[in-house]
């Protein structure tokens, strides 16, 4: 299950685990196969019953708010925790009994989580948190499912997107990649950066 998939990454990551063998279910909050609210719990819940049992879930999904430190209000520190955080938390948590033993749980943390830049403090702290999050998970839940994540850098369609000098961009199909090793892999706790 992807979730996520219709974003930039996300589309990307679905199309090279297709190509990998994997059978992709494309989830979003608007479109794909099904749809989330992350932000709902009930809703989560909701879409594993939907989809019935799987191997792997695999998120891209998630906003947190950018802005300078100063101009920062509680909403955006409310919005982000309950978007970036919360919601893929509750992926795991209400995954749990769902996913297939010895499944997979892979989250997107991001760059920011390691190279933090000006206006970027409330998505650095969530990424922060959900890597740390991933890593607990991980140890509490050893030996019956793998939980790791995927911290991409900048990606070179966002910045064209953006209007951003793209040259330092890694494509979105090559970040992709990262996404089907961890998938593919056997490690736990683990927080890849391609």
Known sequence: MMVG?????????????EEAGHAVVRVGHSS??????????????ALYDA??????????AGIARFGPFAQLTDEDY?????HKLMGNVNLIRSGVGKVCQ???????????THEPMPG????????????????????ELAGRYRVNA???????????RLAMDSLTGMPAAEVAGAYVAVVGGNDPGVSVQP
């Open 102 to 112: 010895g499944g997979s749980f892979t989250l997107t943390t991001g760059n920011l």
């Open 78 to 82: 409310a919005f982000s925790l309950r």
């Open 150 to 160: 995927v911290s991409p850098g900048w990606v070179k369609e966002t910045m064209e």
């Open 5 to 17: 998939a219709t974003g930039t990454i996300g589309s990307a990551v679905s199309q090279a685990l």
């Open 32 to 45: 794909g196969d099904h749809q989330v609210d992350l932000t709902d719990p009930t809703s989560v819940r």
């Open 120 to 139: 970027g403090a409330v998505a650095s702290m969530v990424g922060g948190a959900l890597e740390s999050y991933v890593k607990a998970a991980a140890l």
């Open 51 to 60: 989809v019935g049992p799987a191997d792997a879930v695999v998120s891209a």
